[in-house]
């Protein structure tokens, strides 16, 4: 078993497209976005990065790294399959929460599909004279306005 | 999409004023020290990855009736593993945070002193936010 966190509109159209996020490298296992920031010391990269995509309108899910979070087994960290088939099995999880919602998920499963195909790794190259994880940080209200173009 | 740690520390828990629910508002880094050094160690290659398709629909909806705040287990026959895979186990209602609050977090929102927030120009609506417990399998397929 595994956990995640999943953000949606609280008030909002009945039909989202999704964001999937995978967060960072953390240095305990509680500290993953499923905490959502609230205890001390949990980092808030899964909480601002949820609350940015989903008060904008989209169902927003964040799995925690396999093993990481209230999960079960052994911490998987940096292991790309296991993220990517994590990635996948919280939208499929996440499709079943909306749906007790009566909001129904756009491209949800072409998004799993695509994570499978393709892993959820991406490269980033670093801008400005700031950390990497500040950089990757920036640029979401980047890809949230490219996101929301893409319509 | 390559992912930060984000490792500031969280400030006290607030109280939304639109919802009366403890909106637990994080404080940008102050008096803490960040861990940033350590994890930024651990951070070399880290993986991370951001997917979308579509864009919102513009279509306005009433309200979401009563979302579940614990949610019992959501069990399904095991018929294989295959099937298992994507199970909603749980869901929890952490925190449920209004566009006000929301949008105010978010113009603070900065990983580092001095760094642009995240800006809350974007906010429509408030967030409904779940710690979700689902079925997955490890590198090894179980």
């Not at chain 1, 953390?26 to 993953?32: I, K, L, P, R, W």
Request: hydrophobic share 40%.
């Amino acid at each position: 078993m595994a956990t995640g966190l999943v953000a949606l509109p609280a008030v909002g159209p009945a039909s989202l497209p999704v964001v999937t996020y995978d967060h960072g490298t953390t240095a305990t296992s509680a500290d993953v976005p499923s905490s959502f920031g609230l205890g001390p010391d949990h980092a808030v990269e899964g909480r601002w990065s949820a609350e940015l995509f989903a008060s904008a309108g989209f169902a927003v899910t964040e799995p925690d790294y396999v093993g990481m979070g209230e999960g079960t087994g052994p911490i998987e960290y940096l292991v790309a399959k296991s993220e990517a088939s994590a990635s996948a099995d919280l939208l499929t999880a996440a499709r079943t929460l909306a749906a007790e919602r009566a909001v129904t998920q756009v491209n949800a499963l072409q998004c799993a599909q695509a994570i499978r195909a393709h892993g959820g790794d991406v490269q980033v190259i670093q801008v400005g004279d700031v950390s990497h994880e500040v950089s990757d940080f920036l640029a979401l209200p980047q890809i949230l306005r490219w996101f929301g173009q893409l319509s | 999409m390559h992912v930060s740690t984000g490792h500031v520390s969280t400030g006290h828990e607030s109280t939304d004023p639109e919802t009366g629910s403890a909106a637990g508002a994080p404080t940008p880094p102050s008096g803490k020290p960040w861990r940033t050094a350590l994890a930024g160690l651990l951070l070399l290659g880290t993986a991370g990855g951001m997917m979308a398709y579509g864009a919102p629909s513009r279509a306005a909806v009433p309200p979401h009736s009563q979302p579940a705040h614990s949610q019992p287990a959501h069990s399904q026959p095991a018929h294989s593993q295959a099937a298992q895979e994507g199970t909603l186990v749980s869901a929890t209602l952490l925190r449920q945070v209004s566009a006000k609050s929301v949008r105010a977090e978010l113009a603070g929102a900065r990983l580092a002193p001095g760094a642009p927030a995240l800006g809350g120009g974007e906010v429509r609506y408030g967030v409904d936010a779940y710690r979700v417990a689902y079925r997955t399998v490890d590198a090894n397929g179980r």
